[in-house]
């Protein structure tokens, strides 16, 4: 609602700086008109930081990211210790689809890859541990 991507920051620990996760957070950068028209905004803004119960409570939407699962929606927060339970969305939203949509098209090579992550199979040993020669980094 509020045009917000949160996401806890990696300042206590609490969650890994990972591979999944960056590039996420990248390709929300990068396509971000793109990806905030898929839910009606002109934009999003992609915040790390502590992420409160309260913002917890008035989000649309939320999902989990890793290597093997990609992007999982998460149905609801639960703690029974201070009786907060927030429902959220039983399957993916407009956002989080729009995200998945745009890392599987990346991935598959459907659309340019604008960081140079994708390696040919069959490129040469130097040619795969060639430092990744990005595109042109004002695309949006």
């Avoid at 999902?63 to 699962?69: D, H, L, S, V, Y």
Wanted: glycine residues 6%; charged residues 20%.
């Amino acid at each position: 609602d509020k045009g917000r991507i949160l996401t806890p920051s990696l300042q206590h620990g609490t969650i890994l700086s990972g591979v999944t996760r960056n590039s996420i957070l990248a390709l929300c950068s990068y396509y971000n008109k793109e990806i905030a028209a898929a839910c009606g905004k002109e934009k999003l803004e992609i915040v790390e930081t502590d992420v409160s119960v309260a913002e917890l409570e008035s989000a649309t939407e939320a999902f989990a990211c890793g290597t093997a699962a990609e992007l999982v929606p998460i149905q609801s927060f639960e703690n029974i210790e201070h009786s907060i339970k927030v429902q959220l969305a039983e399957s993916m939203g407009d956002v989080t689809t729009a995200i998945q949509k745009t890392l599987k098209e990346t991935m598959m090579g459907a659309r340019p890859d604008p960081f140079g992550w994708i390696r040919h199979p069959f490129s040469t040993t130097e040619e795969f541990l060639a430092p990744p020669q990005p595109l042109n980094p004002e695309h949006q």
